[in-house]
C-alpha cells in the first residue's frame, strides 16, 4: 500500500514563500514520477510542477521562475519550494506519484495567499 503524507502548506501574504513536503511510503519503484497538483475553488485540478526519478523537471508555465521542484530518491520525498506567492497561487495542494502505470495521491495541504 503506498501512502503520501504532505505537510508544509499554510497562511502567506502576497510575496511570500512556502515550502511543501510529500513522504511516500510503501513499495515504491524505481523510475516514478513525482509532483505536484493544485485546485482552487470552482476550478479543475492542475498541475503545477513534476520530477522525473532523473532529476527531470516540468512547470506549469503559471509558475515558472517561482516554484522550485526537488526530490530525494532515497528518502521518496519530494518538495516544492513557493517562492513571490500570489492570490491566484491559493489552492489545495495535493501531492502525486505516478508509477507503473497507477496514479497515488496524498489528501491535500491548503496553501492560502492573502493580499
Known amino acids: 500500500q503506498v501512502q503520501l503524507v504532505e505537510s508544509g502548506g499554510g497562511l502567506v501574504q502576497a510575496g511570500g514563500s512556502l515550502r511543501l513536503s510529500c513522504a511516500a511510503s510503501g513499495r515504491i519503484w524505481s523510475g516514478n514520477f513525482m509532483g505536484w497538483y493544485r485546485q482552487a475553488p470552482g476550478k479543475q485540478r492542475e498541475l503545477v510542477a513534476s520530477i522525473t526519478s532523473i532529476g527531470g523537471t516540468n512547470y506549469a508555465d503559471s509558475v515558472k521562475g517561482r516554484f522550485t521542484i526537488s526530490r530525494d530518491n532515497a528518502k521518496n520525498t519530494v518538495w516544492l519550494q513557493m517562492n513571490s506567492l500570489k492570490p491566484e497561487d491559493t489552492a489545495v495542494y495535493y501531492c502525486?506519484?505516478?508509477?507503473?502505470?497507477?496514479?497515488?495521491w496524498g489528501r491535500g495541504t491548503q496553501v492560502t495567499v492573502s493580499s
Open positions: 502525486n506519484l505516478r508509477m507503473q502505470s497507477n496514479d497515488y
